[in-house]
T-cell receptor, first 112, second 115 residues
Framework: RKEVEQDPGPFNVPEGATVAFNCTYS??????FFWYRQDCRKEPKLLMS???SGNEDGRFTAQLNRASQYISLLIRDSKLSDSATYLC?????????????FGSGTRLSIRP | EPEVTQTPSHQVTQMGQEVILRCVPI?????FYWYRQILGQKVEFLVS????????KSEIFDDQFSVERPDGSNFTLKIRSTKLEDSAMYFC?????????????FGQGTRLTVV
């Protein structure tokens, strides 16, 4: 099983739609989870951290399900500017926090 | 806002030549990383560096690669004898997992083209 797995997409949705991505991880002891956004030919940038209780930042909601070992990202009222690749990122337990593990990314394209 | 800076932004080199990619991590960070991304592919881990030594490396990071933190601020990636397949975007990142915010911050990347 891959350490971090994402649906590669692409997701092609109309502006204003709600879209959700999931990501699964294999190490049940993983401590920290993030969603990064990567625009074409640019560096990954932190979109939001994912907390156990779930968290929301404007139109973006992140959830963590430890029992099933997945995290999710929900984007409401999508904008054209949301078009990007969304990377699921997992950091192993602090005792071995020497590697940040990236999912392969989910491509999102918002059409007018 | 603190940021990770990388130089150069683009490097073109001939196959077989040595290249050094430079990075200045965020000053209070403790872990430093190099990742690469071949065009159209996923971000791949190369190496992590902590306490002045390699903490972990991937199978991509073979004897042709080395890292160094020569002066306490710069963090470099050297490729001794470049191959065509080394052409990629190389990202440096840094983090401090001992703080409340454990996320990694990435530099803007160096695009390496081997011809």
């Amino acid at each position: 099983r891959k350490e971090v797995e994402q649906d590669p997409g692409p997701f092609n949705v109309p502006e204003g739609a709600t879209v959700a991505f999931n990501c699964t991880y294999s190490n049940s002891a993983s401590q920290s989870f993030f969603w990064y956004r990567q625009d074409c030919r640019k560096e990954p940038k932190l979109l939001m951290s994912v907390y156990s209780s779930g968290n929301e930042d404007g139109r973006f909601t992140a959830q963590l399900n430890r029992a099933s070992q997945y995290i999710s990202l929900l984007i409401r009222d999508s904008k054209l500017s949301d078009s990007a690749t969304y990377l699921c990122v997992v950091i192993p337990p602090y005792s071995s926090a020497s590697k940040i593990i990236f999912g392969s990314g989910t491509r999102l394209s918002i059409r007018p | 806002e603190p940021e990770v800076t990388q130089t150069p932004s683009h490097q073109v080199t001939q196959m077989g030549q040595e290249v050094i990619l430079r990075c200045v991590p965020i000053s209070n960070h403790l872990y430093f990383y190099w990742y690469r991304q071949i065009l159209g592919q996923k971000v791949e881990f190369l190496v992590s560096f902590y306490n002045n030594e390699i903490s972990e490396k991937s199978e991509i990071f073979d004897d042709q690669f080395s890292v160094e933190r020569p002066d306490g601020s710069n963090f470099t990636l050297k490729i001794r004898s470049t191959k065509l397949e080394d052409s990629a975007m190389y990202f440096c990142a840094s983090s401090n997992p001992r703080t409340e915010n454990t996320e990694a911050f990435f530099g803007q990347g160096t695009r390496l083209t081997v011809v």
